[in-house]
């Protein structure tokens, strides 16, 4: 295993055969350079899952592949980055889907146990270990350099086959085309691990930048709300209480921001955090 700089920050190198010190890839997907046509591949995550590429990219999604193995320091650094991005855009349910991609050296554990440790407190997209077909996946795409994220359009086609450098998330909406229509969303669950029926509504959508927030039936206590752009960026920070008796309303001014799509996150006492996009329009 030898280490690679790229773009002024180190990658992880891992070869299965001989290698020559120093070396520097530049398209780390190597088998598939901007614009070719990605083969269809089918992988089972570690909740056993299913997901086939052609599947998803018939439904008009937009694709992003993280390839990663568990001892990866770099992977470990930007993996909170990437499920930011799964969460932002709908946790798979709307026009991007997530999907991270052990490079085959990693078992189910092992790949559970990096996503408790490193994975962040955003909701985590789908992983693979080896043993749901994170090898062949990785070894088709031809990647030997690590983190490596891939953006894979509907048509199938490689969009970007190294999505680098990242240091945020608004790194990897940087990446997506222009006019790709690829925009936040909140997930159709909540995404707290456990699916309890929660509420949590802001309204009116879309609004003027005056919106009302109401946690009812929320866990009592100090919730903390955050309010992001489309790039992911924070723009606006404020806590609400919520009553024992789970009755929380708070007015939020927003008439500040520019016109458009943000997320507003409300992470609660007890630990859960749920989303709700918010729209403004004048």
Same mark, same amino acid.
Request: net charge negative; proline share 5%.
């Given at each position: 295993?030898?280490i690679?700089?790229k773009? @002024?920050m180190? =990658?992880?190198?891992l070869f299965?055969?001989l290698a %020559?010190?120093g070396t520097?890839? %530049?398209?780390q997907a190597?088998?598939?350079p901007n614009?070719?046509t ?7 995550d570690?909740e056993?899952?299913?997901h086939s590429l052609?599947?998803? +990219?018939?439904q *008009? =999604?937009?694709v992003?592949? $993280?390839?990663?193995?568990?001892t990866?320091?770099p992977?470990?650094? +930007?993996?909170?980055?990437f499920?930011?991005l799964?969460?932002?855009? *709908? ?9 991270t991609?052990?490079?085959g050296q990693?078992?189910?554990a092992?790949?559970? @146990?990096y ?9 985590h997209s789908p @992983?693979?270990s080896?043993?749901? *077909?994170g090898?062949?996946v990785?070894?088709?795409?031809g990647?030997?350099?690590f983190?490596?994220y891939?953006?894979?359009?509907? $048509?199938?086609?490689?969009? =970007?086959?190294?999505m ?5 998330? @608004?790194n990897?909406v940087a990446?997506?085309p222009?006019?790709?229509?690829i925009?936040p969303a909140?997930?159709a669950?909540?995404i707290?691990e ?8 802001a ?6 930048g005056?919106?009302?927030? !109401?946690l009812a *039936?929320?866990?009592?206590?100090i919730a903390? %709300?955050?309010?992001?752009d489309m790039l ?6 404020? +806590?609400?209480?919520?009553a024992p008796?789970g009755?929380?309303r708070?007015?939020? !001014?927003l008439?500040?921001l520019?016109?458009g799509q ?10 859960k955090r749920?989303?709700?996009r918010?729209?403004?329009a004048?």
């Amino acid at each position: 295993m030898y280490i690679a700089k790229k773009a @002024a920050m180190k =990658k992880l190198l891992l070869f299965s055969g001989l290698a %020559l010190l120093g070396t520097t890839l %530049l398209a780390q997907a190597n088998n598939y350079p901007n614009g070719s046509t990605v083969a269809d591949f089918t992988v089972t995550d570690i909740e056993g899952n299913t997901h086939s590429l052609y599947d998803i +990219t018939a439904q *008009g =999604k937009y694709v992003v592949l $993280d390839f990663f193995f568990t001892t990866c320091g770099p992977c470990q650094a +930007t993996a909170p980055y990437f499920n930011q991005l799964h969460e932002t855009y *709908g946790c798979n349910t709307h026009d991007l889907f997530c999907l991270t991609v052990n490079n085959g050296q990693d078992n189910t554990a092992a790949v559970a @146990a990096y996503e408790t440790a490193h994975g962040g407190t955003y909701a985590h997209s789908p @992983a693979v270990s080896n043993e749901g *077909g994170g090898q062949a996946v990785n070894t088709a795409f031809g990647v030997n350099a690590f983190p490596t994220y891939c953006l894979i359009g509907p $048509d199938n086609v490689m969009v =970007k086959n190294d999505m680098w450098p990242i240091s945020s998330m @608004a790194n990897f909406v940087a990446f997506f085309p222009a006019n790709s229509g690829i925009e936040p969303a909140a997930c159709a669950v909540s995404i707290s691990e456990n699916s309890n029926s929660r509420i949590f509504t802001a309204q009116p959508v879309p609004s003027n930048g005056k919106v009302t927030l !109401d946690l009812a *039936g929320m866990a009592p206590g100090i919730a903390q %709300l955050s309010v992001v752009d489309m790039l992911g960026q924070t723009v606006k920070t404020n +806590t609400i209480m919520v009553a024992p008796n789970g009755i929380a309303r708070q007015e939020l !001014d927003l008439s500040s921001l520019a016109d458009g799509q943000y997320l507003c996150t409300a992470t609660l006492a007890d630990g859960k955090r749920e989303l709700r996009r918010i729209v403004i329009a004048r």
